[in-house]
C-alpha cells in the first residue's frame, strides 16, 4: 500500500513555464500604412473633413465615427502634455505639431529633466521596420521649431496583416500531489493516482478531494499504463501553431485502475484506419518517448492501439 499524499512536502519548488500564443495582427488601412511607412522616416496621420488631424493614422474619428479625408505627413517635433514612469522608462503623451490628439510614446529623458509643455522631437531607431518602436523615443528638443502637417501625395501598401507572438512566463509550484505523480513518471515511468474516499479506483489526476463525495481522497495507487477509450475525435485539420502533423486522434482513456479520464493522442497512419479502429471501447496502450523522461505528460509520447 502506498503512503498518503499528506506525507509528503507540501512546499515544493517551483518550475518556470511559458505559454506561447502565435497569431497574426489584421491593423487596417490607415494603421497599416502608417506602419508600413516608418521605414521611410515618416509619421503618417489621418485628416478628417472637419479638419481634425491624428496621429498615428486612424480608420474612423474617435469623435464623430467619420472615415479621414486622406492620409497626412505629421511632423516630428511636439509638446508633451502629460507623463508618468514605468519599469524605470518615461512615458508620455506627445501631441505632435499640427494634430489634435495625443500620441503616447517613451520620452528618452530622466524624470527630473521632464515637464508639461516640453518640446520634444522624434528619435528613430535604423535597425527597425513597420513597427511603432521604429521610433525609439522622444527626446527633448526645447529650441525645435514648430513644425507643418504636410499633405501626402502617395503612401507605401499598407501593410496587410503583422506576424505576432503574446508570452506569458510564468512559475507553478506542482504541490504533494501533481508533484509525486510527475515525479514517479520520470523516476519510475509509472502513472500514479490517488484512490476515491472508500473504493480501490484512483483518480487521474490526483487531487485532494474527490469530486463526487467532496471527501479527502485516500492513498496512492499504480495505474496501467493501458487503457480503454471513452470519447475520440479524429483531427485532420492543420491548426496555426500546432506542430503535430494530421491526422490524428485525440482520447479520452481511462486507464486501468483508474475512474477519470486521460485525454492524449493516438498516432494514425489513415483516416480509414482510425474510423475502423479507434472507437469508445477500444484498447490502448502508452508508448514512453526514447531517452531521458522529463517528468511530465508528454514522456508518454502517444497510445497505441492493442491489436485484438
Known amino acids: 500500500m502506498f503512503s498518503a499524499p499528506d506525507s509528503y512536502p507540501i512546499d515544493l519548488p ?23 511607412e516608418v521605414k521611410n522616416r515618416r509619421i503618417i496621420g489621418s485628416r478628417f473633413a472637419s ?3 491624428v496621429a498615428p493614422a486612424q480608420d474612423f474619428s474617435s469623435i464623430d465615427g467619420e472615415e479621414p479625408e486622406a492620409f497626412v505627413e505629421a511632423p516630428h517635433t511636439g509638446v508633451i502634455t502629460a507623463f508618468t514612469r514605468v519599469d524605470g522608462n518615461v512615458i508620455g503623451f506627445i501631441k505632435l505639431d499640427g494634430c489634435d490628439n495625443e500620441f503616447p510614446h517613451k520620452v528618452l529623458a530622466d524624470m527630473a529633466d521632464v515637464s508639461i509643455g516640453l518640446r520634444v522631437k522624434a528619435e528613430w531607431d535604423p535597425g527597425v521596420e ?12 526645447p529650441d525645435a521649431p514648430t513644425g507643418d502637417v504636410k499633405p501626402v501625395v502617395a503612401t507605401e501598401d499598407a501593410l496587410g496583416v503583422i506576424p505576432y ?6 512559475y507553478h509550484a506542482y504541490g504533494p500531489y501533481y508533484g509525486r505523480m510527475f515525479d514517479e513518471i520520470k523516476e519510475n515511468g509509472r502513472i500514479m493516482g490517488v484512490r476515491q474516499p472508500g473504493i480501490d479506483s484512483a483518480l487521474l489526476p ?10 479527502r481522497t485516500g492513498t496512492w495507487k499504480a495505474c496501467a499504463d493501458t487503457g480503454t477509450i471513452r470519447a475520440c475525435s479524429i483531427i485532420n485539420m492543420d491548426v496555426y501553431g500546432v506542430t503535430r502533423k494530421v491526422p490524428y486522434v485525440y482520447a479520452e482513456i481511462v486507464l486501468d485502475g483508474a475512474s477519470t479520464r486521460m485525454i492524449h493522442v493516438i498516432e494514425i497512419d489513415s483516416l480509414e484506419e482510425a474510423k475502423e479502429k479507434i472507437k469508445p471501447g477500444t484498447r490502448v496502450r502508452a508508448v514512453w518517448a526514447e531517452g531521458e523522461r522529463q517528468g511530465r505528460v508528454s514522456d508518454i509520447a502517444r497510445f497505441e492501439v492493442i491489436e485484438a
Not at 517551483?14 to 508600413?36: E, M, N, V
Not at 490526483?206 to 467532496?214: A, F, L, S, Y
Open 14 to 36: 517551483t518550475f518556470h513555464s511559458r505559454i506561447d500564443l502565435p497569431y497574426t495582427l489584421t491593423p487596417g488601412k490607415a494603421a497599416g500604412t502608417f506602419l508600413a
Open 206 to 215: 490526483p487531487r485532494e478531494i474527490d469530486d463526487i463525495t467532496h471527501k
Open 130 to 141: 513597420q513597427s511603432v518602436l521604429a521610433i525609439k523615443g522622444f527626446v527633448p528638443a
Open 51 to 53: 479638419g481634425r488631424v
Open 165 to 170: 507572438e503574446m508570452k506569458l512566463d510564468f
